[in-house]
């Protein structure tokens, strides 16, 4: 759970996984912050907050990993929670080929809520079951790539493949940000240099 004692000077960065029931979100989270893990998981019937701390350029940021519900009659409940995620991550489970195929709702539903803002993500989960594989490796890159949203096959089983893709996730978003307030500067620069005067030829 979050630690009340954090460090003041830490950027928190929210990520929400979302996606379709028992597709393996808690798992993920569960074990890219330590734990160890569970064959079997209840299913998320409220939103839950894990922390993990990241160490990028010499900077530690906390980052939120929200779990979201995945069940159809708590959909509106998933939208509430997403709110304010600077980075999207959706996960599917390789064996269902339907988790895959609601995919597109839940970009439909990201956008609705946080429009173009937050970065995203993908990632195809239990990959140790691939001996059950009903979703090809090449169809979710070709989809991801229609998209134009980086993806990654994980599994909760080995979480350095998550963590490392997590982590790039959050370098994008960190860059994303540093653009964003360098133009706010270039654009504050010109307005100053329109409201000079001229130096005569």
Do not use: H
Request: charged residues 35%.
């Amino acid at each position: 759970m979050i630690n009340q004692d954090d460090e003041e000077d830490d950027d928190d960065i929210k990520v929400s996984l979302v996606g379709e029931t028992a597709t393996g979100k808690t798992s993920l989270i569960n074990t890219s912050i330590g734990l160890e893990f569970q064959e079997k998981v209840d299913s998320t019937q409220s939103s839950s907050i894990m922390q993990k701390k990241m160490e990028i350029n010499k900077k530690t940021y906390s980052i939120n990993l929200w779990d979201t519900i995945g069940q159809e009659q708590f959909r509106s409940l998933t939208k509430i929670f997403m709110k304010g995620a600077k980075i999207v991550i959706f996960v599917y489970d390789i064996t269902r080929l339907d988790t895959f195929e609601q995919l597109d709702f839940w970009l439909e539903s990201t956008k609705e809520v946080l429009g173009d803002k937050p970065v995203l993500g993908i990632v195809g989960n239990k990959s140790d079951l691939y001996f059950k594989e009903a979703v090809k490796e090449e169809d979710a890159e070709e989809y991801a790539k229609s998209k134009g949203i980086p993806f990654k096959l994980c599994s909760a089983k080995t979480p350095k493949l998550f963590c490392a893709f997590l982590e790039e996730l959050v370098k994008k978003y960190i860059e994303k940000e540093r653009k964003l307030e360098q133009s706010v500067v270039d654009g504050l620069k010109l307005d100053d240099d329109e409201g000079k005067p001229k130096k005569k030829e």
